[in-house]
């Protein structure tokens, strides 16, 4: 079992039983705000939402556990189903989490959530209390933004999006499938959308998966570019156009998957978009 499941665990453990989904998502939130777990193998990436800090990685490792016989997750509890001993999350992060839950273990959720709410009012900014809110989504000026998503969760990446003004997520993948939870078109679509952001997916500036083979040097990467420079972006013109308009309407990002942008064809792309719009060019991961 994947570390941070083994967390999820341990923490519905720690409640004694039964756990409100709310009070559960705050406890994990906080643990992610806690964790020395630099890699952050056992924990969640959050986005503000309509109640606070919300993952909908978490949401989906909840539905994996319950298939699994786990956990039974009902419309505002879950259940633990069977015993959870065998499943212990590495040394530290186990300390951290018992030290946590031990913290709020007598603290009732609706002031566990207001002490959430106060100490990262960030996480209100979308929270359908409006009353609630103590920040908002930034206004950011239009430009030609780039972002990759390898090494972080449906959740980071969101977030990044959202802390950086982007209204619009233009994904340039050819073929836009991924094993990672989150990564996939339809996925990514979906989530994107109940987070405020809209998606539009651009298959033709893509590169095709057959040029993309031993790609291990500085040379076979700037050869597989200057390909694309030569044969791809040329016959999409109008589809480059639809970009370039995306990217004057509002706050967009051209994303793919590589997080160094200088091994992803969107700096290629963010070039020609940049030349044809006159906006700088800004990779968020940089930021």
Request: charged share 30%; with cysteine; net charge neutral.
């Amino acid at each position: 079992m994947i570390s941070r499941r083994k967390a999820i665990l341990r923490l519905i453990q720690n409640e004694g039983g039964t756990v409100s989904k709310l009070r559960l998502f705050k406890l994990a939130f906080l643990l992610r705000q806690r964790s020395r777990d630099v890699a952050g193998t056992g924990v969640y990436d959050f986005i503000p939402y309509l109640h606070g800090p919300y993952s909908f990685t978490l949401s989906y490792d909840l539905r994996s556990l319950e298939r699994d016989g786990w956990v039974r997750a009902l419309d505002s509890d879950v259940r633990p189903m069977r015993d959870f001993s065998s499943e212990v999350p590495e040394k530290n992060l186990c300390r951290e989490i018992d030290e946590l839950s031990k913290e709020y273990r007598w603290v009732p959720t609706e002031a566990l959530v207001s002490e959430v709410y106060r100490l990262f009012p960030w996480y209100t900014a979308n929270a359908k209390d409006e009353a609630r809110r103590g920040a908002a989504i930034p206004e950011s000026p239009c430009a030609v933004y780039t972002v990759g998503y390898e090494g972080l969760m449906l959740d980071g990446l969101l977030d990044l999006l959202l802390r950086s003004g982007i209204k619009h997520l233009v994904d340039v993948r050819h073929n836009p499938v991924a094993r990672r939870f989150g990564f996939h078109r339809s996925t990514l679509d979906r989530h994107c959308h109940e987070a405020g952001i809209r998606y539009t997916h651009v298959p033709e500036l893509g590169i095709p998966s057959s040029w993309r083979v031993e790609l291990d040097t500085t040379t076979t990467y700037e050869q597989l570019f200057k390909r694309y420079e030569r044969e791809i972006l040329p016959a999409q013109t109008e589809v480059v156009s639809a970009v370039a308009k995306y990217v004057t309407d509002e706050p967009s990002a051209l994303m793919c998957m590589e997080s160094d942008c200088r091994c992803c064809h969107r700096s290629r792309l963010a070039r020609v978009v940049a030349g044809e719009t006159g906006l700088s060019i800004r990779e968020l991961r940089d930021e």
